[in-house]
């Protein structure tokens, strides 16, 4: 159980363009998913908090025009990248948070290699 | 601020020898404290975590580790090292308090780089 998929796995889109990025938890609902950004041998960037109806919460420095993000269902967040430029390929992650019954805990999606032409 | 020290950027060990992946961490509260591996181009997956109780935890793939209070430590450790380990582990950190909104963010350390040689 606790599954989280993304979509794509990789894209590879050309300079002005806009990139969009899945991430669907699988096997559970999922208020609040988290969005991440890792450079190449660098560690995990925390970019927005992602709330089912309601609007993201975005981590100082992160610009909320160039990250358009939408959590519409409580299965499903989508991270779209506007107007992307070279310095925007990184690896993206997403994860899903689940309540238990004492705590909660984020699951990891598998990722998606952005590359910007 | 809560934050996550791994101070190793690479760990090499000889296959079959222990290994140990060091992780301190400072959090205003109590902690969870978690550990994930990473393989190219891929996610990030669960090993174990600590979240109450003993303060040995056990998780994925033979691995380990001990929540150690007094030095903020929580050290991953597996007894017997296999080439199959070479990935690179992440250590995160986040407070135990739950917020009213809940969205509590999780802390990753800059990653140390296992090398496991044959």
């Known amino acids: 159980g606790a599954v989280v998929s993304q979509h794509p796995s990789w894209v590879i889109c050309k300079s002005g363009t806009s990139v969009k990025i899945e991430c669907r938890s699988l096997?559970?609902?999922?208020?609040?998913m988290f969005w991440y950004r890792q450079f190449p041998k660098q560690s995990l960037m925390l970019m927005a908090t992602?709330?089912?109806?309601?609007?993201?919460?975005?981590e100082q420095g992160v610009e909320k025009d160039k990250f358009l993000i939408n959590h519409a269902s409580l299965t499903l967040s989508t991270l779209t990248v506007t107007s992307a430029h070279p310095e925007d390929s990184s690896f993206y992650i997403c994860?899903?948070?689940?309540?238990?019954?004492?705590?909660?805990?984020?699951?990891f999606g598998p990722g998606t290699r952005l590359t910007v032409l | 601020a809560q934050s996550v020290a791994q101070p190793e950027d690479q760990v090499n060990v000889a296959e079959g020898n222990p290994l140990t992946v060091k992780c301190t961490y400072s959090?205003?509260?109590?902690?969870?404290l978690f550990w994930y591996v990473q393989y190219p181009n891929r996610g990030l997956q669960f090993l174990l975590k600590?979240?109450?109780?003993?303060?040995l935890v056990k998780g994925s793939y033979g691995f380990e580790a001990e929540f150690n209070k007094s030095q903020t430590s929580f050290h991953l450790k597996k007894p017997s090292a296999l080439v199959s380990d070479s990935a690179l582990y992440f250590c995160?950190?986040?407070?135990?308090?739950?917020?009213?909104?809940?969205?509590?963010?999780?802390?990753f350390g800059t990653g140390t780089r296992l090398t496991i040689i044959p």
């Open positions: 994860s899903a948070r689940l309540w238990t019954l004492s705590y909660n805990e984020q699951f």
């Open positions: 096997d559970f609902q999922a208020t609040t």
């Open positions: 992602s709330n089912e109806g309601s609007k993201a919460t975005y």
């Open positions: 959090v205003s509260g109590n902690p969870y």
């Open positions: 600590y979240i109450t109780g003993d303060n």
């Open positions: 995160a950190v986040r407070d135990s308090f739950i917020s009213n909104f809940g969205n509590e963010k999780l802390t």
